[in-house]
């Protein structure tokens, strides 16, 4: 009995962790999910969801939705149903070829059915035509919206990494001032230098120690900023996207292909393409107006009070024609007032496919710029470890001075920040020739 009793025990015992393991599995605790590293492509996704800019260019495409809805319901037939109840205090009744007629009841019924359909109006045409290509400049607009803030994501994701890469920088040159510190104490111990050597040593390491402090609060104010636009907790660790590797080996770049492809894919310049086209179509919309508008009417009815035609329900249907033959010249100025937004309208698209040139050769030229940048960078590093470590190497053997160590350690630190700011500016640069080409910060061209 004792050992079933302790094998039910162990049974429970086993149910129980196996469901506090399923439990850790799906529902991690809080700090694990803090720990978790945060790629680009999930940063994005996390905007695109949450930040209020993204949430509004969607309103506002539904808005142009609403408004191509209305439009199109010109087209469409109109049905009204009305109903009337009315209690009177006398009945009326008159007495027509011997027979009692009511002409006032009691209790008075009523109801109908209306119906109108506009056959021909002048301005449905081209309002239909200009809601549905407004909705799509709005498409366009709400891609676009949705792809800038993609790619703020996407420059506050480089910079806060830029600023950890500079914390490591920091962290370094911390390293070496105290280990600098640590020979200039044990040579002073020796006997082999002055104090002069370990104040000098103690300098460079508390200014290394403050730098530290500044570049913490870099770290988490790029971070913040990375929170903000997430529009959820400030992440904790990220990902280096692929496309910082790629920026410094990709072929050269047709620039040419490269500007027509961007000038037909950018949703910035299609979207003024829609608005262009509808404004075109509100042009032939007050030359339309001379021409009359047709409409038909239709009315179903039915009442308890038949009165003299004896008849409880009827119904009658119609066609109606308006034509304004003259409105003071009023559609002549309209004409003209459309004419003039349509070719500005056309101004403003030939303006962004020049931008769309222009903005193509400046991030290539930016990028090749930045790419040499980091090899001289990459360089200079090589060169700055090689110094900083000969250096502390010979003060360990007497021939070299602290005021060297120290300088040698402050130029590998300047070496390695120059390296992650030469690094992340040839990302920041290939990002605006994505930017410019019409993509995304992944570098795709699906919708956002």
């Known amino acids: ?53 993204a949430i509004s260019a969607d309103q506002q495409y539904r808005e142009a939705d ?44 009523s109801a109908a059915g209306s119906f109108s359909l506009n056959i021909f109006d002048s301005h449905s045409l081209p309002t239909l035509l200009q809601a549905d290509a407004a ?18 994501v996407g420059n506050a994701f480089l910079a806060a990494l830029s600023t950890d890469r500079v914390m490591e920088a920091s962290k370094h040159r911390f390293d070496f001032s105290k280990q600098s510190l640590e020979a200039a104490r044990a040579r002073y111990s020796a006997g082999l230098v002055s104090v002069n050597d370990v104040t000098r040593a ?5 200014t290394a120690e403050l730098g530290i402090t500044q570049v913490q609060g870099q770290v988490e104010t790029t971070y913040n900023q990375l929170g903000f636009l997430l529009n959820a ?25 490269l500007v027509s492809d961007a ?18 179509a509100l042009v032939v919309e007050p030359a339309l107006k001379w021409l009359p508008t047709l409409a038909l ?28 033959v003259f409105d003071g010249l009023a559609r002549n100025g309209s004409y003209s007032e459309r004419t003039a937004l349509a070719y500005e309208a056309d101004l403003n698209l030939r303006t962004a496919l020049r931008k769309v040139d222009l903005d ?70 290939y990002l605006n020739l994505e930017s410019a080409l019409g993509l995304d910060p992944l570098g795709k061209e699906s919708r956002l």
């Open 1 to 53: 009995m004792i050992r079933a009793r302790y094998r039910r025990i162990a049974g429970a015992l086993y149910g129980l962790g196996f469901l506090v393991g399923l439990l850790w599995i799906l529902f991690p605790s809080p700090a694990a999910a803090q720990d978790e590293v945060l790629t680009l492509e999930a940063a994005i996704r996390i905007a695109l969801v949450g930040n209020e800019r």
């Open 66 to 109: 609403a408004r191509l809805t209305q439009a199109r319901a010109y087209f469409l037939p109109t049905l009204s149903i009305s109903g009337n109840y009315t209690r009177r205090p006398f009945e009326v009744q008159r007495i027509i070829g011997n027979q009692p007629l009511i002409v006032q009841s009691l209790n008075a019924l």
């Open 135 to 152: 909705r799509s400049a709005q498409d366009f607009s709400t891609t676009e919206a949705k792809r800038k803030l993609a790619f703020d």
């Open 360 to 429: 193509v050769h400046n991030a290539v030229s930016s990028l090749a710029t930045y790419r040499a940048a980091v090899r001289q960078a990459a360089v200079a590093l090589d060169i700055a470890q090689k110094n900083a470590t000969q250096t502390a190497e010979l003060y360990r053997q007497g021939i070299s001075s602290v005021l060297q160590v120290a300088d040698a350690n402050v130029q590998l630190f300047y070496a390695e920040v120059a390296l992650v700011t030469q690094r992340y500016s040839l990302g920041t640069a």
């Open 202 to 206: 103690e300098l460079d390491y508390a």
């Open 233 to 257: 907790p400030t992440p904790k660790k990220l990902e280096v996207p692929d496309f910082l590797l790629r920026a410094a080996d990709e072929a050269p770049l047709n620039i040419e292909q």
């Open 297 to 324: 009417t239709g009315r179903y009815s039915y009442t308890n009070e038949a009165g003299l035609t004896g008849r409880n329900f009827n119904w009658n249907a119609g066609l109606s024609m308006s034509w304004s």
């Open 263 to 280: 000038q037909n894919r950018r949703p910035d310049v299609n979207s003024l393409r829609m608005q262009a086209k509808a404004q075109h």
